[in-house]
Structures are given as structure tokens and as C-alpha cells.
């Protein structure tokens, strides 16, 4: 990868991740980037859609590999339990955290979060509001068949299943947001003691009886 697009890539995540999607211009990640073309954008990524897309790119595929690794270890003997396969999601997202530092993937995916739907799960249509940036790659297709295996698991009526995995997920994105922030000023925990304590509390939401 150039070192032009690679530092569009860092200065896209490291603003939005501050600021959100909404919140930072084009413009500001050319100049944040060093470039001097207004166009390098749309030169190296061909829109904005495209250089948020490629900000997946950069992640995904590693975490996804992790996470259907850990999947297939999970089956092995027998049809994964929820206990392996919140683990499948959380780890990678934590091991990820911890490769690069500043880190700042937690952050851009809550920010993302906020343009979601509700349902995570449910992909928006094509022209709603929350459509307004959706990875329009395969990033995401590994994380949601996990996701909908962990709904899966709950004893709940399905609606109730995906939107209870979908408060599991902004919560350990938030969780891990929070740490992002707290180790850029050296104020973050032991991060094996953070991922087992989030580890705990995610399962233990899913656990919570319907009310």
C-alpha cells in the first residue's frame, strides 16, 4: 500500500474515531494526511464510501480469520456452546485493541454504531437514514453469521434474541472504546484482566432472564 493512501487510511479512522462519520469532512482527512490534491480521496479509494470500506479492509479480515478459527475449535466436539462463541467475538476484537497502540478500531466502530440500526443484524434498505454508511463489502459477513449463531443460542423469541446480542455488542464496543481512550493517556488496566472482565459481563447479559 502507498504511503499516500495508507496515511489517508490513519487519518480517516484516527479523526472519525474522535469526532464520528458525520463529523469530520473530507477535506480535513486530506489535510490531516498531508496531502495537498483535494482529490485524493476519490483518486485513491474512488468516494468517501470507499475509503471508510477500505477502513474495514484494513481490519476485517484478520479478525475474521480469528474469529472463524476459534469457531471451528469451538465445533470440534460438538455444536459450539454461547460461552466459546461470545469469547469468538470479543477476543479478536480484543486482540486487535492491543496490536496497534494508539489504537483507535474500538472507537471507529462505535462510532459507526451510531448510524446502525437498532437490530444490528438487520442490514438497512437501500434510502433510510441508517443506510447512510454501511460497509458495502464482505467485512461484515463472518461477525454476523457469529452474531446470529449467539442469538441462536438464547432461549428468547427471535426479535428479542437479536436485539439482546445487539446490546451485547455496543456494550463491548463501548467497553473497548473506553479502553482505547484510557491507554492513551496510560491510564488503561491489564488488558488480559479487561477482556476476561468484559468476557464476563457480555455473557452475563445474554443470560439475563426476559423480563
Known amino acids: 500500500m502507498s504511503t499516500g493512501r495508507l496515511a489517508l487510511l490513519d487519518a480517516a479512522e484516527r479523526l472519525i474515531a474522535h469526532r464520528g462519520i458525520h463529523g469530520v469532512a473530507a477535506r480535513e482527512v486530506v489535510k490531516e494526511a498531508g496531502h495537498r490534491n483535494n482529490s485524493a480521496i476519490t483518486y485513491h479509494f474512488?468516494?468517501?464510501?470507499?475509503?471508510?470500506d477500505e477502513i474495514w479492509s484494513r481490519?476485517?479480515?484478520r479478525m475474521n480469520a480469528e474469529r472463524a478459527a476459534l469457531v471451528a475449535a469451538a465445533g470440534l466436539d460438538g455444536r459450539p456452546g454461547l460461552e466459546r462463541l461470545v469469547h469468538a467475538y470479543v477476543h479478536p476484537l480484543a486482540a486487535q485493541v492491543a496490536r496497534t497502540r494508539p489504537s483507535y478500531w474500538a472507537r471507529f466502530?462505535?462510532?459507526?454504531?451510531?448510524?446502525?440500526?437498532?437490530?444490528?443484524?438487520?442490514?438497512?434498505?437501500?434510502?433510510?437514514a441508517q443506510?447512510?454508511?454501511?460497509?458495502?463489502?464482505?467485512?461484515?459477513?463472518?461477525?454476523?453469521?457469529?452474531?446470529?449463531?449467539?442469538?441462536?443460542?438464547l432461549d428468547l423469541p427471535e426479535v428479542d434474541a437479536r436485539r439482546r446480542v445487539s446490546l451485547m455488542v455496543r456494550f463491548v464496543i463501548g467497553a473497548f472504546s473506553s479502553y482505547e481512550r484510557a491507554d492513551e493517556i496510560g491510564d488503561a488496566p491489564d488488558p488480559a484482566s479487561f477482556e476476561a472482565e468484559v468476557?464476563?459481563?457480555a455473557r452475563g447479559m445474554l443470560d439475563l432472564p426476559r423480563s
Open 59 to 61: 481490519h476485517a479480515p
Open 109 to 128: 466502530n462505535e462510532q459507526w454504531l451510531t448510524t446502525a440500526p437498532l437490530d444490528i443484524l438487520s442490514k438497512p434498505g437501500p434510502g433510510t
Open 131 to 153: 443506510a447512510d454508511y454501511y460497509p458495502s463489502n464482505d467485512a461484515l459477513d463472518v461477525l454476523s453469521t457469529l452474531l446470529l449463531d449467539i442469538a441462536d443460542r
Open 199 to 201: 468476557l464476563q459481563i
Open 46 to 52: 474512488g468516494s468517501w464510501h470507499g475509503l471508510l
